[in-house]
């Protein structure tokens, strides 16, 4: 973060940290298109064995995670369901129609949250000459658009067991599911073992620059492997960003709950309920966003304008509790509370 600004528009913003950047440099590499890479091999390892799968790819970013993801697990022709502000149908370009040839159709939600009855109720059989055929569905914990919810365990269970019976399979998009196991205390395994396929990012809260991993069986991931050599996803020396992963996961994954606080505190600094902060996002309504967001960028502060009346806040590794006060001090000057 450049001197004296607090930046809190994404979790994204975030840049690698002294300890990082020597982990990098010091990083053992190989090829990673000829899997050779020591330091990409051990982070797959890692993280497949964290979320109990088989097998695990690093990709370049979380979109890449989730289309293959959810191309692992839906043929061209079929439908993928989710809900109307998953970041897979709203953030990701139409990538699963316009690279796969996959149909998504979406359910409304409250803020986002897991309702299995209600993307149950509208699934669509395989085996129907009139219909489009429902391959998946796609899940979101957090969920961005939902203020960094996280889903309910009974709603994910609940979903789990129907899939099973009924052979449709579950995608996570897990971008954020370190901060839903952070805040709910569920831990990252039990997740894991509630999807055939699952995306998770290390560039959000976990700091790093670049980085996702993509997690399945073993045969899934021998096709995610080809899917990411089509997308011009295969790298080499990538060992390099492997290392700030790994990294991450020592020093960065521990501290998560810290920015949770940070949230709680900007929420009641602001007057913001803080029972509708569930992890590090904090959203004001009812304000001139683009207004707000102009003058409080004059005074230092950076927010994300989600909509014309409702400004982001998301608390991350490079804002600290100094950082979080004054952020709050120039918001209420300029939020007239
Ligand atoms: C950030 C994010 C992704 C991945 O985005 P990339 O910019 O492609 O890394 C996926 N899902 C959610 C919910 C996200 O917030």
């Known amino acids: 973060m450049a001197e004296g600004l607090v930046d809190l528009r994404s979790d994204t913003v975030t840049r690698p940290t002294e300890g990082m950047r020597r982990a990098m440099a010091e990083a053992e590499v190989g090829d990673d298109v000829y899997a050779e890479d020591p330091a990409v091999r051990a982070l797959e390892e890692r993280v497949?064995?964290?979320?109990?799968?088989?097998?695990?790819?690093?990709?370049?970013?979380?979109?890449?995670?989730?289309?293959?993801?959810?191309?692992?697990?839906?043929?061209?022709?079929?439908?993928?369901?989710?809900?109307?502000?998953?970041?897979?149908?709203?953030?990701?370009?139409?990538?699963?129609?316009?690279?796969?040839?996959?149909?998504?159709?979406?359910?409304?939600?409250?803020?986002?949250?897991?309702?299995?009855?209600?993307?149950?109720?509208?699934?669509?059989?395989?085996?129907?000459?009139?219909?489009?055929?429902?391959?998946?569905?796609?899940?979101?914990?957090?969920?961005?658009?939902?203020?960094?919810?996280?889903?309910?365990?009974?709603?994910?269970?609940?979903?789990?067991?129907?899939?099973?019976?009924?052979?449709?399979?579950?995608?996570?998009?897990?971008?954020?599911?370190?901060?839903?196991?952070?805040?709910?205390?569920?831990?990252?395994?039990?997740?894991?073992?509630?999807?055939?396929?699952?995306?998770?990012?290390?560039?959000?809260?976990?700091?790093?620059?670049v980085g996702s991993v993509l997690v399945a069986s073993a045969e899934r991931i021998a096709q995610a492997r080809l899917w990411r050599k089509r997308l011009g996803g295969g790298m080499r020396q990538v060992g390099v960003l492997a290392a700030a992963c790994l990294y991450a996961l020592d020093h960065h994954l521990p501290r998560l709950g810290e920015d949770h606080e940070h949230a709680q505190l900007l929420a009641k600094l602001l007057g913001v309920d803080p029972a509708a902060v569930e992890t590090n996002m904090v959203v004001v309504d009812d304000v001139p966003a683009p207004l707000i967001a102009e003058a409080a960028k004059a005074q230092g502060v950076l927010v994300g304008q989600v909509s014309p009346r409702r400004i982001r806040l998301v608390t991350h590794l490079d804002v600290d509790r100094a950082g979080i006060e004054r952020a709050a001090e120039v918001l209420n000057g300029l939020l007239d509370r």
């Not at 370009?93 to 509208?122: E, H, Y």
Request: glycine share 12%; aromatic share 6%; net charge negative.
């Open 48 to 209: 497949a064995a964290m979320f109990g799968h088989e097998a695990a790819l690093f990709v370049p970013s979380g979109t890449m995670g989730n289309q293959i993801g959810m191309r692992l697990v839906c043929e061209p022709g079929q439908e993928i369901l989710c809900d109307a502000d998953a970041h897979v149908v709203t953030y990701e370009m139409g990538a699963a129609a316009a690279i796969f040839g996959i149909s998504t159709r979406t359910v409304v939600s409250d803020r986002g949250r897991l309702d299995a009855d209600a993307l149950v109720a509208q699934v669509r059989p395989r085996d129907d000459w009139h219909l489009t055929a429902t391959a998946a569905i796609a899940v979101e914990n957090t969920h961005n658009r939902g203020f960094g919810r996280v889903q309910p365990l009974g709603e994910l269970e609940k979903l789990w067991d129907w899939s099973r019976g009924a052979g449709v399979a579950v995608h996570l998009d897990g971008a954020r599911i370190w901060n839903a196991s952070a805040a709910s205390g569920v831990d990252l395994a039990t997740y894991g073992r509630l999807a055939d396929t699952a995306s998770v990012c290390f560039s959000k809260g976990l700091g790093t620059p």
